[in-house]
């Protein structure tokens, strides 16, 4: 177990919703007691391997990676960009499959409490069965789930099933998100806030958007839940720019990079791992700093 790891024995608090706080609140609770900003890294599950991916995910929780997300391959994902898009390809044709993602949860629940959040979208949950997937997901240690296509209106069913196993539900909230839909979207998330630093789909950008600030701002007025920043964060500067912003960023792509150009497995695990590092290093230095 990484020496990172949250003991599960850490006393249960109540949300403000009356919840029981998981792994996922206890960190963000720890992040935000620290003055830290928190680091949550996405990875494709079943890229190379189902085995190559749990090496690849403790390395990343070794390295300081706060909370993990763990992308469920599917034949169509249109929100992701080129590399993630190539990653869910190779892992599909593996013969990856979102039952074999819930028992490589199991498998790492072994070895570490490193908050893990299933990243789908909702055609292979729908096609489990939502009872049973939620069944699955919590038994095997899975904390949240976020399903990218699943929209707050047609989320009824799934947010109570989910609830009702202890796992999160998070949602995404894009910059052209209505004051409205913020404030729904919001209502309906626990464990954080999912908010897309820009339109489009994910991969690794130059530099944040200038904007971005703003539009933070103005998500803060609909929740209390943390805030975590994705799509197009790749570089410390993007992370230590962030520190004022969010209570977390997401990096994806630019890990999924990693392992696409990683010669071996074990290549791939260094890789990820020595990224995250510098990544977590921005996160607890400079502007990062953030007030207790």
Same mark, same amino acid.
């Given at each position: 177990m990484s020496d990172r790891a949250i003991p599960s024995s850490t006393s249960a608090a109540q949300t403000p919703g009356g919840r029981t706080e998981g792994r996922i609140g206890r960190r963000f609770r720890e992040l935000a007691q620290a003055g830290e900003l928190g680091l949550i890294a996405f990875i494709t599950a079943g890229d190379p391997s189902l085995d190559a991916t749990e090496n690849i995910v403790l390395a990343a929780a070794e390295a300081g990676a706060d909370v993990i997300e763990l992308g469920v391959p599917f034949s169509d994902p249109v929100a992701d960009g080129p590399t993630i898009q190539r990653s869910? =390809? %190779? *892992?599909v044709r593996n013969g990856t499959t979102l039952a074999g993602v819930i028992d490589l949860v199991r498998n790492l629940r072994k070895r570490t409490e490193v908050p893990l959040v299933l990243f789908s979208y909702f055609n292979p949950i729908l096609q489990m069965g939502i009872e049973k997937f939620a069944d699955?997901?919590?038994?095997?240690?899975?904390?949240?789930v976020l399903a990218t296509d699943l929209t707050p209106e047609e989320a009824g069913e799934y947010r109570?099933?989910?609830?009702?196993r202890g796992l999160d539900t998070i949602f995404l909230v894009a910059p052209t998100s209505t004051d409205t839909?913020?404030?729904l979207i919001a209502e309906c998330?626990?464990?954080?806030?999912?908010?897309i630093s820009?339109?489009?789909?994910?991969? =690794? %950008? *130059?530099?944040?958007?200038?904007?971005l600030p703003a539009l933070a701002r103005r998500v803060r007025r609909f929740t209390k839940l943390p805030l975590a920043v994705g799509f197009g964060i790749s570089s410390p500067e993007h992370v230590s720019l962030l520190?004022?912003?969010a209570d977390a960023a997401v990096v994806g792509s630019a890990l999924v990079a990693e392992i696409e150009r990683a010669t071996t497995a074990n290549a791939a695990a260094s890789a990820v791992g020595e990224r995250i590092g510098a990544l977590k290093r921005a996160a607890r230095a400079g502007?990062?700093?953030?007030?207790a």
């Open positions: 869910s =390809e %190779r *892992a699955a997901a919590s038994v095997a240690g899975v904390d949240g109570t099933v989910l609830h009702a839909r913020v404030a998330s626990t464990g954080f806030l999912y908010l820009r339109t489009g789909v994910t991969g =690794e %950008r *130059a530099a944040l958007p200038e904007d520190g004022g912003i502007v990062s700093r953030r007030s």
